[in-house]
Every structure is written in C-alpha cells, then in structure tokens.
C-alpha cells in the first residue's frame, strides 16, 4: 500500500483526555479514532492487525476442533429472563424498540448458544462439540478510561465447548489452556503473559485468566516465575496456595492485563434451557459447558503497552500491518524514486506486505512516523546507498543498519513471509 493513499494520517499529539499509552499511540500512528468514551473506530492500519490477530486465534481454536460460526447481537428478552441475567448483570445493555419489544444488546453469548444447541444435539453421538465467533460485544463499562483494554464496544472471539461429562469437559479445558499459550507466544507476548487462577464467580470454583505483565494493568496477580503460575488477588488465599502447591515466598506481586479467560459453566446455562442428551441408556442427562474469551481489541492494546518504546509502537511480526516500511528519499521523478518503485513493485509480486511512504516529505519526518507506526522492518533507499546499488535495511527493535541490494532483499523477505 502507497502511505501517500491509506487515507488515515499521522498525528503529532494525542487528545488531551486519552491517558492510556496504547490509546494514545495508537490514535497518533493512525490505527483508531476515538468516537466516545469505549468506542473507537478501527482504522485501515488498526483492521490490519485486528484481523492479523483474529488470524492467529483462528488458527489455534481450529486445531483443537472448534466450528466458527456468527451469532446476533440483539438477544431475546426470554432468553435473558430464562437465566436470570436480564436484571442481575449490571453493564447489560437493554434497547426497547416502538413496539415495545425489549432485547439485549449482547455482552456475551450463553443465552444464544445454548438455545441453538439444544437444536442439534439430542444424543451422546452428537457430543462434544466447540462452537466458536468473532463477535463485536456491548457492555455498560462506566470505567472506559484504558483506551481499548476496556470499551463499551468491543470485538471478542468467544468460544463454548459442550460436553457429557465432567472428565470429556476437562480434558477439553486442558486443551483451551494450551492453545491459548501458544496464541499469546504467536502474539508475541507470552514471554509476560501467565495462566492465572482467579474466581469461579457463580460458575464454578474458580476460573483460569491469562494475565499479561505491565505497570498499566488494572488487576494485581501473584506470580512464581519458575512454575509459570499466578494467582489474583481476589481468589489469594491460603487455602489455594496449598491446593496449587504455591509457596507466599516464591509469589512476586504484579500488575497485569487480562488478555484471556476460560470457565467451567457446569450445567449452569445447560438447565434453564432444558439442553439435555441421551446416554447411552437412554436416560436424559444435562449437557455440561464451558466458555473461553479472547478480546482482540484489548490484546491489541496490550501488545503497545507492553511492547511500545519511547518512539512508538512495536509491532511483532506475527501480528504487524505490514512486513516491510519502505521509505524513499528521493525527489519525484528521481532515480532514487524509480529505484523504490521497482523494490515496491518487486517486493509485493512475491505477496511481502509492504507500506510505501511515496510522501513528499523530509526525511525526518518519514522516519519518526515509521517508528511511530512500528512495521517491524524499515528499507531506506537515499542519495548515498544508490550509488553503491545498495538498501538500507533496520528492525524496528535494533539501532544498527545493514545494506543489501534489492535482489537480495526480495529473496530474503519472500522466504520469511509471514
């Protein structure tokens, strides 16, 4: 893509009322607009990576058998009622339409699962079975002041597992836990990221979040580094250290970022519907549940707070926009210019996503926006390298430089494309 097309800008300043480094980043490289307090707008660079990170998530959830499929945002009433929800959730959203008719706006989607679940499974044959989406969610967060770690609108990739038994359901549940380490190692922050044991709620005893590491979480975990284990603060207690074998000594306290979660629902949404299976006796027998959330907006958010420097955002590859920024300093018409267009057009005839600042600007400004949007490689292509036939090549997480010619670059980058 040509810079000089992708319709959004570069912004010097961030707005005033933005606090959180990832919001305030990611307005100014050009990837979000904020419309209101938790509502942003993904921009062409910010859809790019929603979608890189949806593809990373796909992947894994697809290899331990889930189905994708799309549900609504406007929920049934009755459905709500059925499990009590409608009037003890507080951040639900609720919308009456001119006929009087009230509906949900979904927040999650237990109450529409489970009804379309009882459709299709009616026998021990028809189990187990993982249903999963990306699905934009709705929930009245009066907090909104984290960017896009926490919104009133955000897109989530919810998956529920439906089970005969407590042993098929947890041996599902082991299966959830380990996809989602290898997403967030894809992701590029599993490094920081630790499976955590935090409260059940009404569910069950207690549910397992994946925390990730940073000064700008808003949850307190205790972490032991060395068995890769934490433990919220909310669920801290001496009874669980001994369950888990933890130690207080071995424990460091921290601030974290939930970027996951998964739940052992039981038979607790199973019941009010009447989703039941025939064993193989015969005898009706409720259907056990489980739910596993991913935010991509808030693990989005999370990679710039976490990984963001002092110049802007640092993109893992896994996850950039784009492979490459290629920035030419050369005038229009130049040889230089020539000379970029040929590496651009050579570079993405072999599918290297490439972002081409093709902009009439100083070369200190191309390259303050290139650390800013923080596209993991940067080729530069200036007055001296040229006559040599050269390129300039730089990661985005190095200082030093390298030059190759253009040929080598094309074989280089076609070999490692992601």
């Known amino acids: 893509m040509r810079q000089s097309q992708l319709f959004t800008k570069t912004r010097r300043n961030a707005p005033t009322d933005e606090v959180a480094k990832n919001a305030q980043l990611l307005i100014r490289a050009g990837y979000i607009h904020k419309e209101m307090a938790g509502v942003y707008s993904y921009l062409p660079l910010g859809l790019r990576v929603i979608k890189k990170i949806e593809s990373v998530i796909r992947n894994e959830i697809e290899k331990i058998g889930g189905i994708e499929l799309l549900l609504p945002s ?45 459709e299709f499974i009616s026998s021990y044959k028809d189990l187990p079975a993982a249903l999963y989406q990306f699905q934009t969610k709705f929930r009245m967060e009066l907090r909104s002041k984290s960017g896009i770690l926490r919104g009133r609108e955000f897109i989530m990739k919810d998956l529920y597992s439906f089970h005969r038994d407590q042993k098929d359901l947890d041996r599902f549940y082991e299966k959830a836990k380990s996809a989602y380490t290898e997403i967030f190692k894809k992701i590029g922050i599993g490094e920081k990221t630790f499976l955590t044991f935090a409260s059940g709620g009404s569910f069950s005893k207690y549910s397992h979040e994946f925390q990730t590491l940073t000064g700008a979480g ?3 975990i205790y972490v032991d580094q060395k068995r890769g284990l934490a433990v919220n603060k909310e669920v801290y207690t001496d009874a669980l250290l001994k369950e888990l074998g933890l130690k207080k000594g071995d424990l460091v306290e921290e601030k974290a970022i939930e970027v996951g979660n998964i739940f052992n629902l039981g038979s607790k949404f199973s019941k009010p519907f009447g989703l039941t299976y025939k064993n193989e006796a015969g005898e009706e027998t409720p259907v056990l549940m489980g739910c596993y959330g991913i935010g991509l ?43 970029a267009e040929e590496l651009y057009v050579g570079l993405t005839k072999n599918d290297v996503s490439v972002l081409f600042d093709d902009r009439d600007l100083r070369a200190g400004e191309k390259f303050a926006d290139a650390d800013l949007i923080g596209i993991p490689y940067r080729l530069v292509l200036g007055k001296e390298t040229h006559k040599e036939g050269r390129v300039e090549l730089k990661k985005r997480t190095e200082e030093k430089t390298s030059l190759h010619t253009k040929e080598e670059l094309i074989s280089r980058f076609t070999k490692i494309h992601v």
């Open 74 to 118: 406007f929920h049934p009433k009755e459905n709500w009622e059925k499990t009590g929800r409608w009037n003890s959730m507080d951040d639900l959203y609720k919308v009456t339409d001119s006929s009087k008719r009230e509906v949900a706006l979904g927040p999650t989607h237990e109450e529409i699962i489970t009804p379309l679940a009882k």
């Open 218 to 220: 808003e949850d307190t």
């Open 297 to 339: 907006g808030r693990v989005m958010g999370t990679v710039v707070e976490v990984l963001g420097d002092e110049k802007g955002i640092v993109w893992p590859e896994s996850i950039a926009p784009f492979q490459i920024h290629l920035i030419s300093l050369g005038e229009k018409g130049s040889a230089i210019e020539k000379s």
